[in-house]
T-cell receptor, first 113, second 113 residues
Framework: SQQGEEDPQALSIQEGENATMNCSYKTSINNLQWYRQNSGRGLVHLILIRSNEREKHSGRLRVTLDTSKKSSSLLITASRAADTASYFC?????????????FGQGTRLTINP | ETGVTQSPTHLIKTRGQQVTLRCSSQSGHNTVSWYQQALGQGPQFIFQYYREEENGRGNFPPRFSGLQFPNYSSELNVNALELDDSALYLCASSFRFGANVLTFGAGSRLTVL
């Protein structure tokens, strides 16, 4: 079962616009991570936000976390064609005594030139 | 510092056959996780290895098995292949004690006919 649920499932915008993706989760967390995947290849870690943080920035990325609503958002500003990819949120779940990352189904982002 | 490498990149098998996928961890990482990603879905946790022992398993049957070697490389073995095993298999390495940030390989695309 998925821990995180991304919304929307697909998003298409024009180059230069901002893209916002949301993630909801079900259980309490220590941190939440966002990953990017280009066209069926491996995932690349983008950013981690801890449960005691509300907002974090990395370049054109801004992540927010609302633990009271069990939700997070990823904002990509001034989008570029190279940002076209699938984006996944991930949270840790305790499985057999150790923390494992559990991923949502992802948001497919398309940047149109 | 090398990243995570997986082999083979693509392979085709028939139902009932067996397959072995290989993964070399990123230097300095001591934990390996395997994920299965069906088309259009998020990665599903299969199992994790630490100190050459399985350290947690997701909802996958025993015909999915693995190994971790002293140099932290790993293998995923799948017996009695079924059509639904067609997927991208992702290996990810991490450091046991930390925020559980995963470094992924590019994946092995398995097609079962």
């Amino acid at each position: 079962s998925q821990q995180g649920e991304e919304d929307p499932q697909a998003l298409s915008i024009q180059e230069g616009e901002n893209a916002t993706m949301n993630c909801s989760y079900k259980t309490s967390i220590n941190n939440l991570q966002w990953y990017r995947q280009n066209s069926g290849r491996g995932l690349v870690h983008l950013i981690l936000i801890r449960s005691n943080e509300r907002e974090k920035h990395s370049g054109r990325l801004r992540v927010t976390l609302d633990t009271s609503k069990k939700s997070s958002s990823l904002l990509i500003t001034a989008s570029r064609a190279a940002d076209t990819a699938s984006y996944f949120c991930a949270t840790s779940r305790l499985i057999q005594g150790a923390q494992k990352l559990v991923f949502g189904q992802g948001t497919r982002l398309t940047i149109n030139p | 510092e090398t990243g995570v490498t997986q082999s083979p990149t693509h392979l085709i098998k028939t139902r009932g056959q067996q397959v072995t996928l290989r993964c070399s961890s990123q230097s300095g990482h001591n934990t390996v996780s395997w994920y299965q990603q069906a088309l259009g879905q998020g990665p599903q946790f299969i199992f994790q290895y630490y100190r050459e022992e399985e350290n947690g398993r997701g909802n996958f049957p025993p015909r999915f098995s693995g190994l971790q070697f002293p140099n932290y490389s790993s293998e995923l073995n799948v017996n009695a292949l079924e059509l639904d095993d067609s997927a991208l298999y992702l290996c990810a390495s991490s450091f046991r004690f930390g925020a559980n940030v995963l470094t992924f390989g590019a994946g092995s695309r398995l097609t079962v006919l």
